[in-house]
């Protein structure tokens, strides 16, 4: 990780395609083409969730290859749902038809260095897939490691545990700081994310402000943000049950996109996919969440330095706050050409006469009071099948 951080540029950010600036020191994950061992597969047999699912076999070095997604398809997409019967009404009709609901299932993030047993640092329900991604984004946006820090991420011992994609070890070049563990005392679950937050004041102290004042965005380019992330959510449009986080480029480009039944993990999935390829701090991005914006959300979007954040819905009163001190840009209920903007104006640009950059009292942009009149977002459901 310390030599692709000193080839990759710190504000880089890049489509999911291969990248021939990046080197050989990639993170080793493990590999997701093993077929599992015949006593897990019996094991598995017997479980009522879907399959099949396959065991890595250790880690293994991704040297030359991007992403590490999952490009079984249909096997894939099974994994992450399962088929379930239904009646569905519409009016005064009722039929029964075949429907597909979200997987969700608990992730076991553990974390260890050199000579040390791995701790369990958190349990966290979350849609299957990304499992790497999503141990390294919450260890690295939680304060417990830098990108540096990681050498390896392996899977549970088929001989151990019935999935073993459903436990994650990261294991460090140095000591894990246990001390630190401790300090958070992590309850996960995919629909509050993680208690015992530290203060804006703690998250000030350990991310750097993004550059003041850049990327200027054109209002408009929000604007398309989230039909392009709708377009790309191609678990949602099978259940419409799940949340997403999407980086662009601030021309509009989709840059890289994770889906989950929990908001904060789809972030952290995000976050740890541009971890592992050494692409932080993302100075140069456009961060859109499918739905609000908590503080934690804020919280790690300044852990990974992306300058603005955009929801198509509301942010909390906290959220704000952490936005205005961290030097953050917030567009909350970006949607069908209306924003609003609470922190960081001056990374917003009207589009008009003159191209002003910043948003200026009394300018046509929707003002907080005019969130009841606005309709609940339609990328919010999902077309009927």
Known sequence: MADLAARTAPSRVGPERPDPSVGRARIRVPSATARVP???????DDDPRPGPRRAPTGPIDLTGRDEPRDERGDEARAERTTPTRIVEIRSDRARERDDLVVGEEPLAIRACGPGQAPIE??????????????????????????????????FGDPGRVRRPDDEVTVHLKGPLDLGRVAERRFVATAACGICGKASIEEVALRCEPPPPGRPVVPVTVLGRLPQRLRAAQVTFELTGG?????????????????????????L???????????????????????????????QKAAAAGIPIVGAISAPSDLAVEAARALGLTLVGFLRDGR??????LDRVRLDGPGGSTGVEPGSTLAST???????????????DR
Do not use: C, W
């Open 38 to 44: 015949s006593a897990t597969a019996r094991a598995a």
């Open 242 to 266: 799940l949340h997403a986080a999407a980086l662009f480029r601030p021309d509009g480009e989709l840059v890289a996109l994770r889906e989950d039944v929990g908001r904060h993990n789809a």
């Open 369 to 383: 009071s005019d969130r009841s009149s606005i309709p609940d977002p339609p990328l919010l459901t999902r077309p």
């Open 268 to 298: 952290d999935k995000l976050i740890g996919s541009q971890l592992r390829l050494g692409r932080l701090p993302l100075h140069d991005a456009v961060l859109l969440v499918s739905g609000r914006v908590s503080f934690e959300i804020v």
């Open 121 to 154: 640092v958190a349990v966290t329900m979350r849609t299957p897939g990304d499992e790497v991604d999503l141990a390294l984004g919450f260890l690295f946006t939680e304060g417990l490691i830098e990108g540096e820090d990681v050498i390896a991420v392996s």
């Open 339 to 344: 924003a609003n903007v609470y922190a960081g």
